[in-house]
T-cell receptor, first 117, second 114 residues
Framework: AQSVAQPEDQVNVAEGNPLTVKCTYSVSGNPYLFWYVQYPNRGLQFLLKYITGDNLVKGSYGFEAEFNKSQTSFHLKKPSALVSDSALYFCAVAAGPGAGNNRKLIWGLGTSLAVNP | DVKVTQSSRYLVKRTGEKVFLECVQDMDHENMFWYRQDPGLGLRLIYFSYDVKMKEKGDIPEGYSVSREKKERFSLILESASTNQTSMYLC?????????????FGQGTRLTVV
């Protein structure tokens, strides 16, 4: 079965420190990988995606993610965290027929990031 | 910028009422989705539509129906609201064309059924 795991429910970092939010996946075929962020009582906002090409993907608000095929991971990173980065982060993956239309998006359960001043 | 607009941010309804949640997108996207979000359960797909009048059941369609009469509008209907349908409902749209595969979300509707 296809799945996405975000192994940490919560991540705490100090402002100015680098942050990593982890995501691993298990799918058949080549994956489409996404990161979204959700601020309190809001909808989700797209951060970045990997479809093909360079394994390091840069996205909005200074975030980046690295696709690692051998480890089936797509960890979200930022070199220097801001208090305003505090939010809920979701990883999602699609693969196989229909992957391009998001019909078969599989979502992680989310990781709550808290950046402390 | 893509805009996905949900008709209500907060809604309180009584058990047994018929509830309509409306969603409109302005980017001519083919695909539209309804999700519900609950703590500890993440996002779960209720229904998906890939064209006008076309729909597919998602993972949790029971107790819900949808309507897509126009490309820009996708409605979620709770036929007879129940307390276990208290949740955050998220609408999204996307297009499989042009490589822009990411979904764009509305601000969410927090529904409370009493």
């Amino acid at each position: 079965a296809q799945s996405v795991a975000q192994p940490e429910d919560q991540v705490n970092v100090a402002e100015g420190n680098p942050l990593t939010v982890k995501c691993t996946y298990s799918v058949s075929g080549n994956p489409y990988l996404f990161w979204y962020v959700q601020y309190p009582n809001r909808g989700l906002q797209f951060l970045l995606k990997y479809i093909t090409g360079d394994n390091l993907v840069k996205g909005s608000y200074g975030f980046e993610a690295e696709f690692n095929k051998s480890q089936t991971s797509f960890h979200l990173k930022k070199p220097s965290a801001l208090v305003s980065d505090s939010a809920l982060y979701f990883c999602a993956v699609a693969a196989g027929p229909g992957a391009g239309n998001n019909r078969k998006l599989i979502w992680g359960l989310g990781t709550s990031l808290a950046v402390n001043p | 910028d893509v805009k996905v607009t949900q008709s209500s941010r907060y809604l309180v309804k009584r058990t047994g009422e018929k509830v309509f949640l409306e969603c409109v997108q302005d980017m001519d996207h083919e695909n539209m989705f309804w999700y519900r979000q609950d703590p500890g359960l993440g996002l779960r797909l209720i229904y998906f539509s890939y064209d006008v009048k076309m729909k597919e059941k998602g993972d949790i369609p029971e107790g819900y129906s949808v309507s897509r009469e126009k490309k820009e509008r996708f409605s979620l209907i709770l036929e007879s609201a129940s307390t276990n349908q208290t949740s955050m409902y998220l609408c999204a749209s996307s297009s499989p064309l042009g490589g822009r595969t990411e979904a764009f979300f509305g601000q969410g509707t927090r529904l409370t059924v009493v």
